[in-house]
């Protein structure tokens, strides 16, 4: 007689994720503007415009939108320039 056994392993895993969201906008001051304006990266400009991202930093270089470079190097870009040209080439 033959006995067949099953052995069952169930590994279990756990895993805790944590990330930080920046729910405050930063602000910088914008030159173009001269006011304080809300501004994003050029990450976030993509995401909010659905546009590609050499279209933002084409934007960026032909003056279009306003932006920012941090000492670190970091471009922003002014979120009521982005608006404004945005919502116009719909
Ligand atoms: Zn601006």
């Known amino acids: ?5 099953r052995i069952k392993f169930i590994r279990e895993t756990e895993r805790k994720i944590t990330f930080s969201v920046n729910r405050e906008p930063l602000r910088f ?3 173009a503007c001269d006011a304080s304006a809300e501004m994003l990266s050029i990450n976030e400009a993509v995401k ?3 546009k590609i991202w050499r279209e933002i930093v084409d934007s960026i270089e032909n003056g279009d939108l306003h932006s920012t470079e941090t000492e670190a190097g970091e471009i922003y ?4 320039s982005l608006s404004a040209i945005f919502e116009r080439k719909k």
Do not use: D, N, P, S
């Not at 007689?1 to 056994?5: D, F, L």
């Not at 870009?77 to 009521?80: E, N, P, R």
């Open 29 to 31: 001051f914008c030159g």
């Open 1 to 5: 007689m033959k006995i067949e056994r």
């Open 48 to 50: 909010r415009t659905a």
């Open 77 to 80: 870009v002014c979120a009521a």
